[in-house]
């Protein structure tokens, strides 16, 4: 635990929070994708590893982190908590802005946070080979990393438009040892149906998804398959942000009321709402959350509330969820981790009892936003990340117009260094 | 001074540390290029700002940093301290080995450090215009991020080899604001000469240098010149990290028995190597300090120590330095940064002092070597770094074969997200 010489040490948080234990009213469970009735979680185990399964339907409000999983966020947690004052200067706004900046990870981003607890809760169940789905490729080299860290095989079906827009990632993946195929593409029977019709289709999140999920099911057990989002359990893993973000900010005696994060499957949004939102929940705090996402897949905003099938060939369990459809085909955007036609179902839940607030932007406006954040604040965020930068600015001047001071907080999820391409149009910065 | 909330501030250093006011010799100084007399510290106003020159010919040991520096700062500083408990596994080696994480910082490497310090200065001076040469886009995208936090122009030379390697940091420089050319190009007389032999000429930082210079001088006083290593006040803005890693080993217990970074110009090695240095010169303490350059551009181990420029094409006053001659063109490797022909006056004077050793490693096995860390430790180290990890590695298997522990500290002075084509031939991982 000392690896990281720290007196930050105190902020990390030794358990992961469990948000399903405060919880007045439950979500609506998975259904078995067959029955149709709600799952037996011993199902699952043709896909999962045990010891996910057990954290999935855990119902503890803390769930301690191993060890060994401390040790290695020890390598780059606690991430910093960051007051704007330049983005607040150039706003010329009453309002402070704090961010999370998640992008100090090896990989450069959230994705970590559950990588290494997947992977080690994997290798010590047995697991020797784990198979994945990535979008922009954030996850996909969390995983990666994490693999190497536990001794594992990682097996990575990245989405075609990605793949071919962020070469750095995947390289990144093929340095740490991962293997790392375009989806769709002809190795499955899921991705051949797609692949058939165009060997240059885009791809989605859930058409890689399916692709993964049809290996391990395949694979008489030697495979199992890992989701970076979307799940009670990955969403869990992530509240290690939250949490220090907690500490970090009681400790400049400051309290948020508004936090935003950009939201694909909800995973670093709801790392770091919440253990905010307990507060909402357990002790009234007046608390504002803002899942931002894109207009051109705006599950929350514009999808429906149902259940839906997590991937886009109907192999996962039903989801009750905000959707777009399952057979729905983001168009290629830069923000590849966002690319996903659903929600996680607690956040679904959540936005339907309207304790999260959802919005869309679309990506010019996040392009300036990111703009203007690296010329104020130094760092250059993923297009994923400027989704939650464009809310950011838009509350801030909000407050500006009313004369309101508030404080904002937001998840810088990751940096955008893989993403140059994105900044660039015929070499010329956008 | 509170902007990162942090309990970590007890580490930031509050001054530089100016290691000439502990040596016992001086090193040799600076000549007129004209005369080839003694610099009068005037005579450099017509390329520096004031404050700047101050700084390089203060005699004090501590030299305070300015509150709107420290401000600055405090956004990505401390860095990390880290354990390599992976990599010594991996070594199976008796030595413990740590390493300071400058990759952390906005734009990736230690640069900014001394980046902030110039833009800071020359603002104050009331300087609107700043020019520099950049080799890999390291110091480039410091100097361009520290330009946007002053409300500082800023023109960047880069040198051609890198500019099309590196398209990342150039889009990077770009979006901060900067504007980039292609070094040697034909906006100089310097670059022409160059530039007419070949308008493919790969360059080298010599020439890029020329060419910034140039501009400074005949600018009639409206822009002034940045240097990102060798001089003396570079290095010591560079203390900032072996200052906070001492505070951090103090810690933990440990003291370092061997210090080691990679050298190009020189500054972050010194940097971390310095403030140790000191322990060594003031308390006898015996550290033995490791300074490791490319095969190909050798100029500690195959240089000559001798008055020479610190340019291409004679325009910058004489250093007394280790140097390859002014008009060597280095092969066009993938660390840009380290492809200088000559050597900080102070490395070069504590390498002929025999207070520091030099190595010189070859690209296959920095690239091995990167690459072992990358699997290790997760994360990817630039490729100048990689030097230094090279040496590392070196040194962790001959305390291993003589059954010796050790301490070893090394600076992990960039990350090589901005690299990843180095890591690459024909889309492969190398």
Known sequence: MNRFASRQADYLPSSYYNIKADL???????????????????DLEVIFPKSFIDQEIATARDIPIPSEVLEAYAQYRPTPLVRATGLKRYLDTPADIFYKYEGVSPTGSHKSNTAIAQAYLAARDGVRTLVTETGAGQWGSALSYAGALFGLEIRVFMVRASYRQKPGRRTLMKLFGASVEESPGPTTDSGRAFFAQNPDHPGSLGMAIAEAVEVAMRSGGS????????????????????????????????????????VGGGSNFSGLAFPCLRRRLKQGAAIRFLAVEPEVCASLTRGELRYDHGDASGLTPLLYMHTLGMGFVPPPIHAGGLRYHGMAPLVSHLVDRELIQARAVGQD????????????????????????????????LAARREGRSETILFNLSGHGFHDMGAYEINGRPV
């Open 365 to 396: 406006e996040v392009f300036q936003a990111a703009r203007v954040f690296l010329r104020t604040e130094g760092v250059l965020p993923a297009p994923e990340s400027s989704h939650a930068v464009a809310a950011v600015i838009q509350e801030a």
């Open 24 to 42: 007045d009213e439950a979500p609506k469970p998975p259904l078995h994708p067959a029955t149709k009735k709600p799952l037996d979680p011993r």
């Open 223 to 262: 495979v199992k398959y890992a989701l970076g989002s979307v799940l009670d359990s990955v969403l869990m893993h992530q509240t290690v942000i939250g949490q220090e973000a907690i500490r970090q900010m009681d400790e400049l005696g400051a309290q948020p009321d508004l936090v935003v994060g950009c």
